[in-house]
Each structure stands twice: as C-alpha cells, then as structure tokens.
C-alpha cells in the first residue's frame, strides 16, 4: 500500500511540473520591471574608457605620455648630453664583458686558473654596471640602444683578436682596453659633474670599479 502511494505521488508531480513551469514564464513575462539588455554578438560587458595609442608615420603605436615628462628627474636640455656620456659609456662596457668572455674562455697558460676565474668576475660587474647606467638613460627619458651592432660599431675600442688567447696576451690586451675606457669614464666624470651630479657619482663607482681591474692585471705583469 505504503509503495502504491508513493509511486502515484511521483506520477502525480511528474504531471504538474510542465504546468508549474509554464506558470512561472507567464508570471515573469507580464511583471513590470526596466527591459533586459541586450548585448550584440561578440560585445564585450566590460567598460573600455581607454583610447587607443595614435599611430605614427612607421606604423608603431606611440605609447608615449608627454604628461608624465615633468616627473622625469633632470630638466630637458640637459638629457641629451646625459644621454650621450651613458650610451657611449654602455657600449663599451658591452664590449668589455664580451671581450672578458672571450678571454675566459679561450685564456691558455700557465695564470689560466686565477685569470678565468678573474676574468669572469670582471665580466660580471661590466655586465653590472651597464645595465645600471642603461637604466639612468630611461630614467631621464631616453631610450638606449645596446644591440651588438651598435656596440662593435661605436665602442671604438678595435676589433678584439679571436682563437686561443696565451695568458700573456690577455693581461696586455685586457689592461689597454680596460685603461681605454677608464680614461673616457674620468672626462665623462668631469663633464656631468657640471650637468647632474646624479649620474656623476653613477660614473664615479664605475671608475673606481675598472682602476681596480687595471691594477689586478697590471700587478701580474710587474
């Protein structure tokens, strides 16, 4: 008896639920309310109150904000010169850590071990200190331009020899190319001291950081 009532009950509610169903669609259709919107095929819902970057002649977006230039740290005519010193002195230190490389691992001789393991020391800090000067060049607006094209053409350094390398050479070769350099950074020095003081003392660590590296070469052939 209990499992005959219970099966006409579920029939029974089988046969209203279609009735319920549509009760509910006529309940909500004729209830007063604002009109649901609609959304054209492939819309997005999501707000977009950013206008897109002007194009310039080349075809590239310009994602440039000329509103933000007064937050830019040195004032406007004296970026370029900024710039100028930072670049030049960049690609050199580019050249310096692939020259340091190259000797690393091409060195052969009887100093091999302390001058690899120097060597690679010495790269790192070039590697260092040119990416910390590239970043001074963004930080007064510029861009920088390392690509290594750029870097065998301007670093005016010479074309540094290739195949193994006799522990002798690289000590001579090594020591002019580093001394070179150092020189260049002390003029620098002297002329953005009179431009930002900022990036003086930038140049400033780096040319204690390369008299270091001369003297640790020049030591071993004294």
């Known amino acids: 008896m209990k499992i005959y009532l219970l099966a006409a009950s579920v029939a029974l509610l089988t046969a209203l639920a279609p009735q319920a169903h549509a009760q509910t669609r006529r309940a909500a259709k004729n209830t007063p309310g604002a009109p649901a919107m609609t959304m054209p095929a492939g819309s997005s819902t999501a707000p977009d109150n950013t206008p ?13 904000n000329p509103a933000a230039d007064p937050l830019i740290p040195v004032e406007a005519d004296k970026r370029k010169p900024v710039t100028d010193d930072l670049q030049a ?5 580019l050249e310096l850590f692939h020259d340091s490389k190259q000797s690393h691992w091409n060195l052969r001789g009887p100093l091999y071990l302390p001058l690899h393991e ?9 590697r260092k200190y040119a990416d910390i000067l590239a970043e001074r060049v963004l930080q007064v607006g510029n861009p920088i331009d390392g690509r290594t094209g750029v870097v065998a ?20 070769i090594m020591t002019e190319r580093i001394t070179t350099v150092a020189k260049r950074v002390r003029q620098r020095i002297e002329h953005l001291s009179k431009v930002d003081e900022v990036t003086s003392n930038q140049l400033q660590e780096l040319s204690y950081v390369l008299d270091k590296h001369v003297w640790q070469f020049r030591v071993h052939m004294q």
């Open 52 to 64: 897109a970057p002007p194009a310039d002649p080349n075809g590239k977006l310009d994602y440039r």
């Open 89 to 93: 002195t960049v690609v050199e230190l």
């Open 118 to 126: 120097k060597l690679q020391e010495n790269a790192d800090e070039y």
């Open 153 to 172: 053409a301007t670093a005016n350094l010479g074309e540094f020899p290739g195949g193994y390398l006799t522990d002798k050479q690289v000590l001579i």
